[in-house]
């Protein structure tokens, strides 16, 4: 570098403290470090250094497609409720093992499902994609749990509902529902909460747990319906009966023990919803609870098929007909657990009524 300025000051003579040259000068020695250090560069060398990649796990990435692809399937159906275009062959297998316990197959699981349509106006339901687990079956497939909420308006009175849900859905390897079961549905997750009951409700199901308390059941006679024949649910070895009583003299012919009266029962409803319960755990909480139930609800009616199947008793077509319509008119039921006491609340015009006494449900006493 110092040979080319001197040969430059030799032959132009011009002198260094010229602004222009030293400029140049300087250039030039910036230029020749810059070329000196790139040479002492390695051949093929980087300095710059590559992020850590990670290698994809593929057991996740299977499960997470597992999970979109049945919310998505489960999506499809509910929109097909909404919709009233269900098509049970789209959706379940020819034999549905347990559908909210009966065994049925795809096309009762169908009739049962349609009969819902004319009760139920506006309805939506919305899965949370948080909540839906995907695990193996040990009779093949997967079984799906997962909650959400639902909402609706019950055509006969108007009432808008909305209501937290909680399902467990078995699919078989060919991706047909085999199994449909409830869950205790979690009000609290992610900002569900269980509908508040206004004042007349909670006032009449306290007071007709005072009277379950005190045996004294002709008081029951103001709370039945009118319109239709209120329905008693009793266990007779191990099968539950779904029966009509006509007065409350008939329903103290079928259940004696009620007027006896029942002094564990607490007649004062708690804060919370419908506690779980199976006959190995028992109920899942303690007290008296009121919450209400799904716009669908049918498991009344399925009983009664599955009854009539065994040849245990017979429903004609005006029986069933008649418990289908009390099933739509129910909204609310009430759960003592000290007693297993249960017993379901509707509207019938402006005053709630009792509909279905239920002293079946939760005995596991055979």
Known sequence: MLLTINFLRMNYRLPCSFPLFRSMAWLLLLTGGLVLLSCKQEPGGSTATNPATTSPDPAAEEAARQRQMYQSKLEQYYSALATETMEEARFFAPEVESFFGSRLTREQVGQSLRTGFSQVDNRRFVIDPATVQVMPSPMGGVIVEFSGEVSFVRTATG????????NRVAFNAEGFMTRYESLPANVGHRGLTAATPDADLRSTAEA?????????????????????????????????????FA????????????????PALNAVIDAGDLPAFDCDDLFSKKG??????????????????????????????????????????????VIDTETSLCFFLGKEGDNWRLMVIDLASFDCSA
């Open 247 to 262: 007065s409350i003299n008939d329903l103290s012919k079928k259940a004696p023990w009620l007027g006896e009266g029942l």
């Open 288 to 333: 008296t609870f009121l919450g209400s139930i799904p716009a669908d609800y049918h498991e009344i009616s399925s009983l009664m098929e599955s009854v009539q199947r065994e040849d245990l008793a017979e429903y004609n077509n005006r029986q069933m007909s008649d418990v289908r319509k009390l099933e739509a008119s129910m909204s609310h039921m």
């Open 159 to 166: 009432e808008q509902v909305r209501d937290p849900f909680a």
């Open 208 to 244: 007709i747990l005072g009277i379950f308390k005190s045996g004294k059941l002709q008081q029951l006679a103001r709370y039945l319906p009118t319109e239709q024949q209120p329905m008693l649910l009793v266990r007779t070895g191990v099968y539950s009966y779904p029966t009509t």
